[in-house]
């Protein structure tokens, strides 16, 4: 006859007159007891806590994060930005020419590099009708020019940054039009929380790579081929240097046609640009762009 319990919790808990007592007590004298670890291995508390994580999508990680406040925010952002590689993400529900004007030149800076700079705010058109708004139109412009990608998003009312692929920022403070109000900002080093953001905020990538056979006329490198929502270009990644690509412009790319291996070339048909066989029209396989 086998008793299986919680001996310790019941003994605390029944009362001295509980029948269930008697009979643990009767196992107890006649019996072997066998500390329920020999059969298993501490399950409840690994069950549990899989399961509490499953159900509630607990985060497991602990991630070291640094507070500011926002007069101390901008320098270290901007200590970010100077550091940035791949891409610079800033989520500002709203934006003023006057905070605008002091990220112009580390934004042409940062395309130059070929680091891509994307803005999200509120449709343009609600911005014009805000107090500083008579120039905000043209610096918009200013920054598509300068291959800013600024795109339009209503209602959205998070201020968020993502710097690389390990930075992210988060907090009250409207990045590009802040002026003087009391706001927090809170700094994360971590590409779990970097992706985290990406997925649920909807601000994942669209851009596309293919390495190419052109080489590149500053440091001979072989370029890559890139394209970023109708924007379609050459850009080094050795030395950062870029182009447009025009209408008519054909690009042998390393990308190898599935049905017959060959390389693919940049060609352009009535609906834009698109990626041929380079075997055409022996091969007529294409792919989209
Ligand atoms: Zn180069
Ligand atoms: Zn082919």
């Not at 029948?19 to 409840?44: A, D, H, M, P």
């Not at 690389?164 to 802040?178: K, M, P, Q």
């Not at 994360?188 to 970097?194: A, P, Q, T």
Request: with cysteine; aromatic share 12%.
């Amino acid at each position: 006859m086998f008793l299986i319990a919680n001996t310790k919790h019941l003994k605390e808990n029944l009362s001295s007159n509980s029948k269930i007592l008697k009979i643990i007590e009767i196992f107890e004298e006649r019996g072997e007891t066998i500390s329920s670890e020999k059969f298993v291995n501490s399950y409840f508390a690994k069950d549990f806590e899989k399961s509490i994580r499953d159900m509630f999508r607990v985060r497991s990680e602990d991630v070291p994060s640094v507070l500011y406040r926002e007069n101390d925010f901008y320098p270290a952002f901007f200590k970010d930005l100077m550091n940035a590689k791949k891409r610079v993400i800033i989520v500002s529900p709203f934006v003023t020419f006057r905070r605008l004007s002091k990220f112009m030149d580390i934004f042409k800076l940062l395309t130059s590099r070929g680091v891509e700079v994307r803005i999200y705010t509120r449709p343009i058109k609600d911005l014009v009708k805000e107090e500083f708004s008579p120039y905000i139109g043209k610096a918009i412009e200013q920054l598509k020019s300068m291959g800013v990608e600024v795109i339009e998003r209503s209602n959205i009312h998070f201020k968020i940054a993502v710097i690389d692929d390990d930075i992210e920022w988060e907090g009250s403070l409207n990045i590009l039009s802040h002026r003087d109000t009391e706001e927090i900002m809170r700094r994360f080093k971590s590409k779990s929380v970097v992706e985290e953001v990406l997925r649920l905020l909807d601000l994942q990538e669209t851009s596309e790579e293919f390495s190419t056979f052109v080489e590149c006329s500053k440091c001979g490198r072989f370029m890559v081929m890139r394209v970023d929502r109708n924007r379609l270009y050459m850009f080094c990644p050795n030395c950062f240097s870029k182009y447009k690509l025009m209408k008519g412009d054909r690009v042998l790319t390393q990308v190898k046609c599935p049905d017959c291996g060959s390389y693919m070339v940049l060609r352009w048909g009535h609906y834009g640009p698109f990626l041929g066989c380079s075997r055409y029209p022996q091969c007529t396989k294409t792919r989209s762009l």
